[in-house]
């Protein structure tokens, strides 16, 4: 598995939607891959901090824009979990601001 495809799979296996096949296989690239460890943490913190918060009321297609900005941002194997974190930071920010 090459990493630009496990970051695509990242947030499919947060949910539970791969098969084992493929969810073994995540993990076993994520177990070698810290880049990839880092992004699969990042995401995960990031998906406990907007459940502690409940639901957050912003108009959907923002919330929907904050999400494929931060899910690019993980896809790109260049992105190391401090860049992570300021996008994760500014969305989180801009959510708030909005639903505030
Ligand atoms: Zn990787």
Do not use: W, Y
């Not at 799979?9 to 969810?23: M, P, R, V």
């Not at 108009?59 to 929907?64: L, Q």
Request: aromatic letters at 4%; a negative charge.
């Amino acid at each position: 598995m090459i990493c630009r495809h496990v970051r695509s799979l990242l947030s499919d296996e947060l949910d539970g939607e791969l098969n084992e096949d493929a969810s073994e296989q995540l993990r076993k690239h994520l177990g070698a891959c810290e880049p990839c460890a880092d992004a699969f943490r990042a995401l995960r913190r990031t998906v406990r901090f907007i459940q502690a918060k409940g639901p957050v009321d912003v108009p959907a297609d923002s919330a929907e824009r904050s999400a494929e900005r931060f899910l690019a941002a993980l896809m790109s194997a260049d992105t190391d979990e401090a860049e992570l974190g300021r996008v994760i930071a500014e969305e989180a920010q801009r959510l708030t601001l909005k639903g505030g």
